[in-house]
């Protein structure tokens, strides 16, 4: 196209660049697209006239510096294959419509990108090996508000296939599926995998985004799961959440409102399907961060009210510029089935876990290494097992805190969400001189059987929420302990024999006026002798 021409492609246009050839839109010229939606009198269902540019295998697009491009919502790029699209002559380029690629594809990206309401960014669906996913490059993007920007949900593995695939309930990747897969596989801190299908639907798309520059999300960006559609039961599970990771390359700054999901599909469960796990989302290289997502909106985790069904949260790294790991965060939403941690992880420089059940160790240390923090948030549940040490290391901090949603006054509903600490038989806690443990008042501490929970290496412990032990575990205190506001130390109830019982030794102890031991009620069981 040649100076001062222009090339409309009105709608119900299909262009297709073939042979082995070059579009080249020259300097002030122009390339529009124009599609169209339509609804008819008397008819509930819209007439889609859409605009297409097809560009196939060694096949160019380029638009030169100076030239002009515009599209409309319903219009749609095809850049499959070892096709080309090159606006990076342009200052400016607004994707306004539906652009379909993948990472065989080519995509050069003018300076500033926006994605505004209406606009899209996708892949095709997988089948049965890994075939299509994103993997572009941006100098500058923005993500306008109000849609899903960058969608690939449903657009992994199909229904039972995958490293994680179920036939029977839902599929697996950053954890076990509900009913179905406990494959775990994928990178945490550069997560490119797609999802695995469930018995019923398929697991999410792979979205890896690189910026030189800096990002503006105020929309979403979602690797979500599906469902299959309506067939969805007890024993058809949907795929599990797929991957998010975006890389920026010179501490470029991250800021906006919108939400990135990597979830299992959540329509089905309330109908009584079961679902998959929930998928890897990171961010990494971020040099200011000042985006306002909760991580309820980023969780990779399960939302519902059906624990039973739920398979277990998936993992979210957020790692800036001036961090050596990053943060993990595994958030869920009351699934019984718990995310497992392996001595071969990363350690990362901070752990959030809430909602959500996790294993730690699973046959060897589990290290918070100094400078480290692990904080367990209301519902969190940490298990140690497998014959497993969580150790925390001089200057690494250990926090566990619960915390009530309602009113929590007489005549008033209120919700009670603890944070507990379960050590397994033959598992320990140990905490080295010159480390913290703070737990506050619904923190649990459950050391049953023949666990170890030791803080001898600490010049002083203060229990502020339950330790529940029993004279068959090791407990090995700090010198100085104090129960605090809040403290309580029982041990479980007994029935027809007695089996559980206190024994612990302390240097100095120390009982503030609220805190106090109470196995009141504990012993033989009424009727027993």
Same mark, same amino acid.
């Not at 609804?39 to 509930?44: I, Q």
């Not at 040099?287 to 306002?292: A, C, K, L």
């Given at each position: 196209l040649p100076t001062a021409t222009t090339f409309d492609a009105g709608e119900d246009s299909f262009i297709t660049i073939a042979d082995s050839s070059n579009f080249t839109v020259q300097s002030g010229? +122009?390339?529009?697209? +124009?599609?169209?939606?339509?609804?008819?009198?008397?008819?509930?269902?819209y007439i889609y006239h859409r605009a297409q540019l097809d560009i196939s295998d060694s096949n160019t697009f380029t638009m030169q510096g100076?030239?002009?491009?515009?599209?409309t919502t319903y219009s749609i790029i095809n850049n499959l294959g070892t096709g080309v699209f090159d606006t990076s002559g342009l200052a400016t380029l607004s994707i306004t419509g539906t652009l379909n690629t993948n990472h065989a594809a080519t995509n050069r990206f003018a300076t500033d990108v926006t994605v505004p309401y209406g606009g899209l960014i996708t892949h095709p669906a997988n089948t049965t090996t890994k075939q299509n996913w994103l993997d572009l490059s941006f100098t500058n993007l923005t993500l306008d508000s109000g849609n899903f920007a960058i969608d690939v949900n449903g657009k992994g593995y199909a229904a039972g296939q995958g490293p994680g695939g179920s036939n029977t309930g839902g599929g697996s990747y950053a954890a076990a599926g509900g009913n179905g897969s406990e494959v775990v596989y994928g990178s945490m801190t550069a997560p490119t995998d797609l999802g695995s299908g469930g018995a019923a639907g398929s697991g999410g798309g792979a979205v890896k985004i690189t910026i030189a520059g800096?990002?503006?999300?105020?929309?979403?960006?979602?690797?979500?799961?599906?469902?299959?559609?309506?067939?969805?039961?007890? &024993?058809?599970?949907?795929?599990?959440?797929?991957?998010?990771?975006?890389?920026?390359?010179?501490?470029?700054?991250? &800021?906006g409102s919108g939400s990135l999901l990597a979830l299992p599909d959540i329509s089905g469960q309330f109908s009584g399907c079961v679902t998959g796990s929930g998928g890897r989302i990171a961010v990494t290289?971020?040099?200011?961060?000042?985006? +306002?997502?909760?991580?309820?909106a980023e969780s990779a985790g399960n939302p519902g009210n059906q624990p039973s069904l739920l398979g277990a949260a998936g993992t979210i790294v957020k790692k800036s510029a001036a961090q050596s790991v990053g943060k993990l965060t595994i958030f869920g939403s009351d699934s019984i089935l718990p995310t497992k941690l392996f001595s071969t992880d990363p350690n990362f420089d901070e752990y959030l876990v809430s909602r959500a059940p996790i294993e730690v160790g699973n046959g060897g240390n589990f290290v918070l290494p100094t400078?480290?923090?692990?904080?367990?948030?209301?519902?969190?549940?940490?298990?140690?097992?497998?014959?497993?040490?969580?150790?925390?290391? &001089?200057?690494?901090?250990?926090?566990?805190?619960?915390?009530?949603?309602?009113?929590?006054?007489?005549?008033? &509903?209120?919700?009670?969400?603890?944070? +507990?600490?379960?050590?397994g038989s033959t598992n320990s806690f140990i905490a080295q001189s010159g480390a913290v443990v703070d737990t506050g008042r619904l923190s649990v501490i459950n050391n049953l059987g023949t666990g170890t929970f030791d803080t001898s290496g600490m010049s002083s412990l203060t229990i502020g929420g339950t330790l529940n032990t029993d004279h068959t575990a090791t407990n090995t205190f700090s010198p100085n302990v104090t129960v605090g506001t809040y403290g309580f130390i029982t041990h479980p109830a007994n029935t027809t024999t007695k089996q559980h019982w206190l024994d612990l030794d302390f240097t100095n102890l120390t009982m503030d006026p609220s805190g106090v031991i109470d196995v009141s009620g504990k012993g033989y069981a009424g009727g027993s002798v």
């Open positions: 010229a +122009t390339f529009s697209m +124009t599609g169209r939606r339509y609804s008819p009198p008397a008819n509930p269902n100076g030239s002009v491009f515009s599209m800096n990002l503006v999300n105020n929309s979403t960006i979602t690797a979500s799961g599906s469902t299959g559609g309506n067939n969805c039961t007890n &024993s058809a599970g949907t795929g599990s959440g797929g991957s998010i990771w975006i890389n920026f390359t010179n501490a470029g700054t991250w &800021s290289g971020y040099g200011t961060d000042s985006h +306002t997502q909760t991580e309820g400078g480290s923090a692990y904080t367990l948030r209301g519902g969190g549940l940490t298990t140690i097992a497998s014959n497993s040490n969580f150790i925390v290391q &001089s200057g690494a901090s250990y926090t566990s805190s619960g915390y009530t949603q309602g009113w929590c006054f007489e005549g008033y &509903s209120c919700y009670y969400f603890y944070s +507990t600490l379960t050590i």
